[in-house]
């Protein structure tokens, strides 16, 4: 398995632009999270799916933020519209099974809004 | 999910163990200790997890205190590659979230 697969990998865009970062997990996982990660706040968990289903979404910074789990294979993290503080490196990790699995981290997109 | 506590940053010399320390006073019977790390622009790795007791894998050791509240994870000869951000992370077996705190800088030096 290619591990889990994050598209794309750097995005620039404009304030107020609408930004969708993308994941595949690795098949056969169930759990999904998705991470910010600043210098200032460190890595943070935003939201998690557990057979695409969100369970706790407590991160999620504001309802410019939102996220959606169509399928098993496929995530999506969409910002709207983005904002300067919004830039980050945005993880999105899964991992098979419930409690003790161990999570498999994808290699992060690096978002900059201007 | 308990809270813990881990030296900002440490240093080790090439080919030396190093003994990365994490205390969570407050873990319950049900939770485990999971040990990350993250090199440099990547995403998380996993490296070892244990509930009560001491473990060893191909990447490390993790030595856990009879009372629970404290480990150390044990790099037995550690390289410059092993040079990241170690999170020591509390979990319980009934939730999926990882909650990372701050973690342990350590640098390797030849």
């Known amino acids: 398995d290619a591990g889990v697969i994050q598209s794309p990998r750097h995005e620039v865009t404009e304030m107020g632009q609408e930004v969708t970062l993308r994941c595949k997990p690795i098949s056969g996982h169930n759990s999904l999270f998705w991470y910010r990660q600043t210098m200032m706040r460190g890595l943070e968990l935003l939201i998690y799916f557990n057979n695409n289903v969100p369970i706790d979404d407590s991160g999620m910074p504001e309802d410019r933020f939102s996220a959606k789990m169509p399928n098993a294979s496929f995530s999506t993290l969409k910002i709207q519209p983005s904002e300067p503080r919004d830039s980050a490196v945005y993880f999105c990790?899964?991992?098979?099974?419930?409690?003790?699995?161990?999570?498999?981290f994808g290699q992060g997109t690096r978002l900059t809004v201007v | 999910d308990a809270k813990t506590t881990q030296p900002t940053s440490m240093d080790c010399a090439e080919g030396r163990a190093a003994n990365l320390p994490c205390n969570h006073s407050t873990i319950s019977g049900n939770e485990y200790v999971y040990w990350y790390r993250q090199i440099h622009s990547q995403g998380p790795q996993y490296i070892i997890h244990?509930?009560?007791n001491n473990e060893t894998n191909e990447m490390a050791s993790l030595i856990i205190t009879e009372d629970r509240k404290s480990s150390t994870l044990i790099l037995p000869h550690a390289t410059l590659r092993d040079t990241a951000v170690y999170y020591c992370i509390v979990r319980t077996v009934n939730t999926d979230k990882l909650i990372f705190g701050t973690g342990t800088r350590l640098q390797v030096f030849p």
């Open positions: 990790a899964s991992n098979p099974t419930g409690g003790r699995a161990e999570a498999f």
């Open positions: 244990g509930l009560k």
